[in-house]
């Protein structure tokens, strides 16, 4: 069964700074989809970014970036010029091509101070 | 841009009572799905559902849960003889028949 780790429990960061939130996973699969949610206090669940497993390039949104190592199966979000309403838990997520359900890590709780 | 709603946003109910939430998925989507997250815990799996039929099932989703699609547009979860660990967040999601997931906003559920 395929399983995703993230290791930071709790990550902070001055406003207008970058960070870098990790994720790793285990899979045996080649094709499959990496994703990042975000996840306020209100508790919606808000797509960041994905990406294809089968793509090289790493996807990008705004001030949000990943980077994707396949052979090292590790899918880190960058978050550049944090900002205030960057703060919630992330959420990174694991989703098989032939699978339905998505798998997610335990969380990392993003805190941005002013 | 379209959205999945859920209703209600909050449900307090007895244990050993019955519960359903409902969900109202995109419109053109075909998949759906119920996930839970316990308070300070990852968001888990519970089921997915295509065709009128439930496609896959975690663990989690056993005989006490069950998902219906009554209409065509709602697409409901219950819980049966609720138990106080059932207490949590539960989320619905639509996709269409590619990678990326819509979820609602989710209802909290509180077992008392």
């Known amino acids: 069964a395929q399983t995703v780790t993230q290791s930071q429990p709790e990550m902070s960061v001055q406003e207008a700074e970058t960070v870098t939130l990790s994720c790793t996973y285990d899979?045996?699969?080649?094709?499959?989809?990496l994703f990042w949610y975000k996840q306020p206090p209100s508790r919606q669940m808000i797509l960041v970014i994905r990406?294809?497993?089968?793509?090289?390039q790493n996807a990008t949104e705004n001030r949000f970036s990943v980077n994707f190592q396949k052979a090292a199966k590790s899918f880190s979000l960058k978050i550049s010029d944090s900002q205030l309403g960057d703060a919630a838990m992330y959420f990174c997520?694991?989703?098989?091509?032939?699978?339905?359900?998505?798998?997610f890590g335990a969380g990392t709780r993003l805190t941005v101070k002013p | 841009e379209p959205e999945v709603t859920q209703t209600p946003s909050h449900q307090v109910t007895q244990m050993g009572q019955e519960v359903i939430l409902r969900c109202v998925p995109i419109s053109n989507h075909l998949y759906f799905y119920w996930y839970r997250q316990i308070l300070g815990q990852k968001v888990e799996f519970l089921v997915s559902?295509?065709?009128?039929?439930?496609?896959?099932k975690s663990e989690i989703f056993d005989d006490q849960f069950s998902v219906e699609r009554p209409d065509g547009s709602n697409f409901t979860l219950k819980i049966r003889s609720t138990k106080l660990e059932d207490s949590a967040m539960y989320f619905c999601a639509s996709s269409y028949p590619d990678y990326g997931y819509t979820f609602g906003s989710g209802t909290r559920l509180t077992v008392v």
């Open positions: 559902f295509y065709n009128n039929e439930i496609s896959e």
């Open positions: 990406q294809e497993a089968y793509k090289q």
């Open positions: 899979t045996s699969e080649s094709d499959y989809y």
């Open positions: 997520a694991y989703r098989s091509e032939w699978g339905n359900d998505m798998r």
